[in-house]
């Protein structure tokens, strides 16, 4: 999905921008990952690879492919994280007091949060910028440019 947006203010490799959506934001299949990159004011981060300046008129795009591939690629390691806890919990219950039901419960929480800690470090360190929406044309030069 690509829409118009103009540059507020740049942060190293990132811009603030006003977006002006082309088509409603509820049927966009992205919208939680733009909604995460807005701040109070409602301006959108978004990677500038073009090195847009303040007052330019860009166009974005929320690369929804590598946004739903990401999302297989966490609810798969999740579903493996859970369902590997579980069996290894399961087929270890002769090794303590418990039953195999509660060690496979025990198993399957233990793998969601490994799972879960394994998404956080890989997603929210700052190396996932893949899935951000990204300034792919700079329409009209603003105001900061000689």
Not at 27 to 54: E, I, Y
């Amino acid at each position: 999905m690509r829409d118009s947006a103009t540059v507020v203010r740049i942060e190293k490799n990132m811009a603030w921008v006003q977006a002006k959506p082309r088509i409603a934001c509820c049927n966009c299949s992205a919208m939680s990952l733009c909604a995460g990159n807005k701040d109070a004011k409602g301006l959108l981060a978004v990677r500038n690879p073009l090195r847009a300046a303040p007052g330019d008129k860009v166009e974005i795009e929320v690369p929804e492919a590598s946004y739903v591939r990401d999302l297989t690629r966490i609810f798969g390691l999740m579903l493996i994280g859970a369902l590997a806890g579980m069996a290894l919990g399961y087929f270890f219950s002769p090794l303590r007091s418990f039953s195999s039901n509660e060690n496979g419960f025990f198993g399957l929480l233990a793998g969601v949060i490994l799972c879960g800690f394994v998404i956080y470090r890989r997603y929210h360190r700052g190396r996932r910028a893949v899935g951000w929406p990204v300034i792919v044309e700079i329409l009209d030069k603003g105001e900061f440019h000689g």
